[in-house]
């Protein structure tokens, strides 16, 4: 079953974020078992898991690993490129909102700046999700 393995790893990278972040700020945030951001990526757990498992018990030279490849790696791209590229977009929009709300010209609300992922957080999910889809 190729779906046990991939959803392991999301599970316990998401779970690991909330042990990782808790412990880093002394409060457990159980939100986090579903929010995006952190250490490691789950993004690249579930995808890397998913390949993995599909190489190994399918064979590299089969079609499907070229597509399960080929998606983890744009999966990937766009954690840690483009969401978090955004998520920097995003604390600076709150800074400039920040500094409005000071002045009392503006009330909005903040954006949410943990959006995407580090290189290295991305690298710790997807040597997790190596693991969990290689047992």
Known sequence: MFLVRPFLAWLIAQLLKILIDGLSK????????????????????ITV??????GREMGIGEPVFAVALIFTLVVIYDAAGVRQA?????????????????????TDT??????????????????LGFAIGWL
Request: glycine letters at 10%; a positive charge; hydrophobic letters at 50%.
């Open 26 to 45: 002394k409060r457990f945030d159980f939100r986090r078992l579903v929010g995006a951001g952190g250490m490691p990526s789950s993004h690249a757990a």
């Open 49 to 54: 898991a998913l390949t993995t498992q599909i």
């Open 86 to 106: 955004a998520g920097r977009q995003a604390a600076v929009l709150n800074k400039i909102l920040d500094e409005l709300m000071v002045q009392k010209k503006i």
């Open 110 to 127: 903040r954006l949410k700046e943990l959006l995407g992922h580090t290189p290295i957080e991305v690298m710790v999910g997807a040597l």
